[in-house]
């Protein structure tokens, strides 16, 4: 199994309040990606990092900002949660672009009231 | 806008029986790979097709890249109840290929019955 762990697994948090979810690979895989999952709508893309400091919107990026400090460390945060929002989060990474294999994390779920 | 349509959505099937599932899509694609996620688990790749009219296996799935570039085919022969999960087709998503930008299907959920 490829290195990633997220973290919380679980969170419950309420309407308006910040929240930062975290990637941690120990691949040193240039790529990580933050999709979110949802009945009915499969797995979409928020954003994705092609390096450090290199990242870029995806399918659904509105209401999430996203960070990458270090090869090993991807953060999504959303500024001001929104019901909207509840989810499975899941991380993903690879070591080459061009629909190279990705490999995924455990996920965390999100709930917002 | 792009999408990859898999059929069927769901499978209720007997343990032992073979399976087939399959996934379309409007334009033409030259990757087309095959996940499988677990309850409670992240998806793991089972399979990947780079070659129009390829078939690959890996144990009792085979996966074939169709030779119109439009769809792809997963099969599962003599089905166990460990093979219960949500399978996902996913391809290169248009303008985001060189990123490795990934579109995926909705999936086929198959629960298998001993």
């Given at each position: 199994?490829?290195?990633?762990?997220q973290s919380p697994r679980h969170k419950v948090t309420?309407?308006?309040?910040?929240v930062?979810l975290?990637c941690?690979?120990?691949?040193?895989?240039?790529?990580?990606y933050w999709y979110r999952q949802d009945p009915g709508h499969g797995l979409r893309l928020i954003?994705?990092?092609?390096?450090?400091?290199?990242?870029?919107?995806?399918?659904v990026?509105?209401?999430y900002?996203?960070?990458?400090?270090?090869?090993?460390?991807?953060?999504l945060?959303l500024?001001?949660a929104?019901?909207s929002q509840t989810s499975v989060y899941f991380c993903a990474?690879?070591?080459?672009?061009?629909?190279?294999?990705?490999?995924f994390g455990p996920g965390t779920r999100l709930t917002v009231? | 806008?792009?999408?990859?349509?898999?059929?069927?959505?769901?499978?209720?099937?007997?343990?032992?029986?073979?399976?087939?599932?399959?996934?379309?899509?409007?334009?033409?694609?030259?990757?087309?790979?095959?996940?499988?996620q677990e309850p409670g688990e992240g998806p793991?790749?089972?399979?990947?097709?780079?070659?129009?009219?390829?078939?690959?296996?890996?144990?009792?799935?085979?996966?074939?890249?169709?030779?119109?570039?439009?769809?792809?085919?997963?099969?599962?022969?003599?089905?166990?109840?460990?093979?219960?999960g949500i399978?996902f087709?996913?391809?290169?998503?248009?303008?985001?290929?060189?990123?490795?930008?990934?579109?995926f299907?909705k999936g086929?959920?198959?629960?298998?019955?001993?």
């Amino acid at each position: 199994d490829a290195g990633i762990t997220q973290s919380p697994r679980h969170k419950v948090t309420e309407t308006g309040t910040p929240v930062t979810l975290r990637c941690h690979q120990t691949e040193n895989h240039r790529y990580m990606y933050w999709y979110r999952q949802d009945p009915g709508h499969g797995l979409r893309l928020i954003h994705y990092s092609y390096g450090v400091k290199d990242t870029d919107k995806g399918e659904v990026s509105d209401g999430y900002s996203v960070s990458r400090s270090k090869t090993e460390d991807f953060l999504l945060t959303l500024e001001s949660a929104t019901s909207s929002q509840t989810s499975v989060y899941f991380c993903a990474i690879s070591d080459r672009g061009g629909a190279a294999t990705q490999y995924f994390g455990p996920g965390t779920r999100l709930t917002v009231l | 806008g792009q999408q990859l349509n898999q059929s069927p959505q769901s499978m209720f099937i007997q343990e032992g029986e073979d399976v087939s599932m399959n996934c379309t899509s409007s334009s033409i694609f030259n990757t087309w790979l095959w996940y499988k996620q677990e309850p409670g688990e992240g998806p793991v790749l089972l399979i990947a097709l780079y070659k129009a009219g390829e078939l690959t296996s890996n144990g009792r799935l085979t996966a074939q890249f169709g030779i119109t570039r439009k769809d792809s085919f997963l099969n599962i022969s003599a089905s166990i109840p460990s093979d219960v999960g949500i399978y996902f087709c996913a391809g290169p998503l248009r303008g985001g290929g060189s990123q490795g930008n990934l579109i995926f299907g909705k999936g086929t959920k198959l629960s298998v019955k001993p």
